[in-house]
């Protein structure tokens, strides 16, 4: 495994519910990114975090709402989520947000929305 | 839009032979390309990467080609291992700065 860990691994959620997705990376990395990952499709990127700034918002719905606390903790909030929400979400952490740097990922939180 | 892609979206191949996995970018201006691997149930992890002053790089059993002038990206694997069975994932590095952009994958199977 990596130096970055996700919790929960799996989660089954109804529409209504709301419930958080927790990151958090090991490495003394400075960058911390979400990104969703559904079947047959690329990684999509959704946010990047720059020494806890957000540097990046991919035009994610606003049911999807990231905070970072310090630069080792990521965490995504998620409400009145769709079915079609249901993805892998990884986290990734790198040194830097540049996208020069090699991404170090989690392994993921299996999320299904009911 | 820019994408990263690649040609074939699986590959079976014999254990022992060589695997050459491609993948095809199209932003000639993209500096930085790194290949992933994912395992069933884990995340992306990182195999190789090359930057664009480079055309060949190797690591233990693999070896990123790189040729700017078709913007075509390879893996290729030596003496391939059941335990290399995975989906396999290039990315660029768009336009310079601020975000990787990820191919859809290669989905690798390697017969006993």
């Known amino acids: 495994e990596t130096g970055v860990t996700q919790t929960p691994r799996h989660l089954v959620m109804g529409m209504t519910n709301k419930k958080s997705l927790k990151c958090e990376q090991h490495l003394g990395h400075n960058a911390m990114y979400w990104y969703k990952q559904s079947a047959k499709k690329p990684l999509e990127l959704m946010f990047v975090y720059s020494l806890e700034e957000r540097v990046e918002n991919n035009s994610v719905p606003s049911r999807f709402s990231p905070e970072c606390p310090n630069s080792s903790h990521l965490f995504l909030h998620l409400h009145t989520l769709q079915p079609e929400d249901s993805a892998l979400y990884l986290c990734?952490?790198?040194?830097?947000?540049?996208?020069?740097?090699?991404?170090?990922f989690g392994p993921g939180t299996r999320l299904t929305v009911t | 839009g820019e994408s990263v892609g690649l040609h074939l979206p699986t590959l079976s191949v014999q254990e022992g032979d060589n695997s050459i996995i491609n993948c095809a970018y199209s932003?000639?201006?993209?500096?930085?390309f790194i290949w992933y691997k994912q395992e069933s149930g884990k995340g992306p992890q990182f195999i190789i990467d090359i930057r664009s002053n480079m055309d060949k790089r190797q690591g233990q059993r693999v070896t990123v080609l790189l040729n700017k002038t078709v913007k075509h990206l390879s893996l290729q694997i030596a003496a391939t291992q059941p335990g290399d069975s995975a989906v396999y994932f290039c990315?660029?590095?768009?336009?310079?700065?601020?975000?990787?952009?990820f191919g859809q994958g290669t989905e690798l199977s390697v017969k006993p």
């Open positions: 932003n000639s201006a993209s500096d930085y």
């Open positions: 990734a952490s790198s040194l830097g947000a540049s996208g020069a740097y090699e991404q170090y």
């Open positions: 990315a660029e590095n768009y336009n310079q700065g601020g975000k990787l952009i």
